[in-house]
């Protein structure tokens, strides 16, 4: 066993297909932390309704999470999938929590003005408790680090405030936990080069697993021409080019560079070249997911075995809080 390991924590919701910022952004680090850490992550479905929740949509939504994780190249035998309404110590440890969490700090959480914003019709108490649930997600594990975007920063924050207001009040048991955030990289909308590329704007992103042809349809649509000051890159023109560097060969780049210095540039040929870049860089990913989703006995084994491994840990630290809270 990894005894001695530090301990990894992340879950994503199953919202929809991933695009180039969430891999970049999260995907790929989980990648690579399953070969020094012990990780556990997992998909938050329980968050996600709290969103617009569609019954019918979900199961897909999940079990495609899932494989995601699994053709970006998790391992399970590095790490433990797992989803997290399957473990009901997370929504039982949120209760406890509820109970140490005061309402002002849930208030000033900057996700839930957003959302509650966003979703006028749909402003429910599972929305307002979400951050609880996470430290809840989090703290099970007693994880180390936590791998999220920036956005996700508060939340984390409040973790370390309820595992203080519970070690205060019933005796030293959490320590603290700390975001990992490796590189504050964003990459940015097709259609508006200000905003960054996201879910909530279809045409915005480019998806891992979008065929080259629609990755080259989509590029095509691509914002070039936003004014800039005289001498300095369009916006559109940098975002291409930031592409390109992410996901490209040093020699199309160089290439690229040297005609936009030159002022021979065209754009349509660099579009066309970065989408081929691009459908290169994730063809062996697009191709692991097409055989991981025709082999769904495999994903559920995968998924029963995570939820054995994570329920154990999980019924460990939720009986020594229930010890320590005075329920028998
Ligand atoms: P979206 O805005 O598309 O709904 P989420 O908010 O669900 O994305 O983010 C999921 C993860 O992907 C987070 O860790 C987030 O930081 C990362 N991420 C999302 N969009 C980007 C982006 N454009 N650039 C970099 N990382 C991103
Ligand atoms: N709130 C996170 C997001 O939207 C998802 C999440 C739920 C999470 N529980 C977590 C992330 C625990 C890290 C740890 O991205």
Known sequence: MHMNKEVIVSGIQPTGDMHLGNYLGALKDFVDLQNKFECYFFIADLHSIT?????????????????????????????TIFIQSHIPAHTELAWIFNTITPMGELERMTQYKDKSGKQKNNINVGLFDYPVLQ???ILLYHANFVPVGADQVQHLELTN??????????????????????????????????????KSEPASTINIFDEPEIIKKKLAKAVTATDAPQGQMPKGVANLFSLLEMFGSMNTLHKF???YDHGTIKYSELKNAIAEEIANYFAEIRQAKSK???????????????AAKAGNVASRTLRAVKEKIGLI
């Open 51 to 79: 969103g617009d929740n569609d019954p019918q949509e979900k199961p897909k939504q999940i079990i495609d999470a899932v494989e995601t994780l699994l053709a970006v190249g998790l391992d399970p035998k590095k790490c």
């Open 135 to 137: 430290a809840a997600d």
């Open 161 to 198: 405030v309820i595992a203080r207001k519970f070690n205060n009040k019933y005796g030293e048991y959490f320590h603290e936990i700390k975001p990992y955030i490796q590189k504050p990289l964003r990459i940015m909308s097709l259609t508006n080069p200000e905003r960054k590329m996201s």
């Open 257 to 259: 560079k040297k005609e």
């Open 292 to 306: 991981i989703s025709g082999n769904k006995k495999d994903t559920y084994l995968i998924l029963e075995q995570g």
